[in-house]
């Protein structure tokens, strides 16, 4: 039996029986986890909503295209990692692989340029890669995605993109961050150095790797991103992205480290940072925590992947978030949250004709806001107490066939265990006063 197969086999004493399992490196988020998605979920909003960042959600499903000429067909991404959807018609579909493109792909559609500059965005989503799946690497994954379009390319948005990012982080109770930085320059200054770097790499091509090798030819700069040790031991010698600057490139680095030197925001310098994307102009950076090697969050400046997709000359800076590695260090870090509000009432029934009463009563409730807990799944009234201390609710309402037919109902205190039977009129008033 292949291990990779959507279908398990399990052996029954009698016959093989087939379970159905989510694909390869795609998860369910069960209830249990949900209070960290909230979490997450809430904390982004917040922090989007403080640094007037305004919602966008695109499809999940985009033209392949879009892909091929805004991320590069030379990355890893294009080149091996898209998620092809058979469809009837002639054109291309792929689930998204990250966000950045279809962004920019629906502010070009729907006239966004005629709004006041920049468009500041936010948006969370599911995006698609066929990696290989290991922890904190998935071919299905969340990403929270903070996006500044239009205006100016001006160094204090790539310093803000970096500051909402932090902030979010920090919100989460994650300290001890690390931002590694570097700038990669643009059309002017890059050519320059991709030709210094491709004579540097020529002279020791022996020693690439394969992907280094292809890449010599086809993407010179992620050269210095590979971890394999002999191209990794050739990196040190080689020629340096801050050296090869032009004087606009250099002024607008020198510009966003001032501002996070203004706004105390830690940084490392790494020459060697390029990443997976080629949208990328000047500034480029990853957010580690302390302990996990994944990167938590990257991003950078983006001024010529309108103009890639079609568009005219826009500048662009953003970051995405990847939310299941944001969880696996929270995780990891101990960090508790407050579950949410339980209800601190407990309705509960003793036979058929209550059970129906109660149905209605907690209608009544849920008009006036106040929370109802049941357990229609147990008839027995003392599996329903039982769930309820288990769950440490307050109050317990009885209802049992003699207080339907008088009308009326038992409150029971369940700490003190001290009960009383009220009209069942004056429940919501009886229980409001004791909530308070
Ligand atoms: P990215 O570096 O490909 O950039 O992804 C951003 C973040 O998404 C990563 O730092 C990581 O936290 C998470 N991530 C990426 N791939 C996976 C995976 N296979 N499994 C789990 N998490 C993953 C982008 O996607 C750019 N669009 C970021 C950006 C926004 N640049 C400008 N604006």
Redesign the pocket.
């Known amino acids: 039996m292949a291990k990779n197969t959507h279908l398990k086999t399990r052996l029954n004493k009698k016959k093989q029986k087939f379970f159905f399992q989510s694909p390869r490196?795609m998860h369910d988020i069960l209830p249990r986890d949900q209070i960290w998605w909230d979490k997450i979920l809430k904390t982004g909003k917040d922090t989007a909503e403080f640094y007037n960042f305004l919602k966008i959600e695109t499809p999940v499903v985009e033209n392949a295209d879009l892909f091929v000429r805004a991320v590069g067909t030379d990355t890893d991404?294009v080149s091996k990692e898209m998620f092809y959807i058979k469809s009837g018609g002639a054109d291309k579909f792929v689930l998204r692989?990250?966000?950045?493109?279809a962004i920019a792909r629906s502010y070009l559609e729907h006239g966004l340029s005629h709004i006041s500059q920049p468009v500041k965005l936010y948006y969370f989503g599911p995006?698609f890669?066929h990696?290989s799946p290991q922890a904190?690497?998935?071919?299905a994954?969340?990403?929270f995605?903070?996006?500044i379009m239009g205006g100016a390319s001006d160094p204090i948005y790539d310093a803000q993109?970096i500051l909402a990012s932090f902030r979010f982080i920090e919100d989460l109770k994650i300290k001890n961050l690390t931002l590694q930085i570097n700038s990669i320059g643009c059309r002017v200054c890059r050519p320059h150095f991709k030709k210094r770097l491709t004579d540097y790499y020529r002279r020791h091509e022996k020693k690439l790797c394969a992907d280094c090798k292809r890449r010599l030819k086809t993407n010179p700069l992620r050269l210095l991103d590979c971890k394999e040790e002999s191209c990794a031991a050739l990196k040190e010698h080689a020629p340096n992205l801050m050296d090869s600057l032009c004087n606009s490139c250099s002024t607008h680095f020198k510009s966003v480290i001032e501002y996070l030197d203004e706004l105390a925001l830690p940084y490392t310098l790494n020459p060697y940072l390029v990443?997976?994307?080629d949208?990328?102009n000047k500034t480029v950076f990853?957010?580690f925590a302390e302990g996990y090697n994944?990167?938590?969050?990257?991003?950078?400046?983006?001024d010529y992947l309108f103009e890639m997709i079609g568009g005219r000359p826009t500048p662009?800076?953003?970051?995405?978030?990847?939310?299941?590695?944001?969880i696996e260090v929270m995780k990891a870090k101990n960090i508790e949250l407050t579950p949410k509000n339980k209800a601190r009432v407990f309705l509960m029934y003793i036979g058929a004709l209550a059970k129906k009463k109660a149905l209605t009563l907690i209608e009544e409730f849920r008009v006036k806001g106040i929370h109802v807990r049941e357990s229609f799944g147990k008839d027995l009234l003392k599996k329903q107490m039982q769930l309820a201390d288990k769950e440490k609710t307050d109050f317990a309402l009885i209802l049992g066939q003699k207080e339907v037919y008088e009308e009326s109902i038992i409150i029971r205190d369940l700490t003190s265990g001290a009960q009383e039977s009220i009209p069942l009129k004056r429940v919501i008033e009886e229980v409001r006063k004791r909530l308070k």
């Open positions: 490196g991404i692989p990250e966000g950045t493109a995006m890669r990696e904190g690497r998935y071919r994954f969340h990403q995605g903070f996006e993109i990443r997976g994307l949208y990328y990853e957010i994944l990167a938590i969050a990257a991003g950078g400046r983006y662009g800076a953003g970051v995405a978030l990847g939310i299941e590695r944001l």
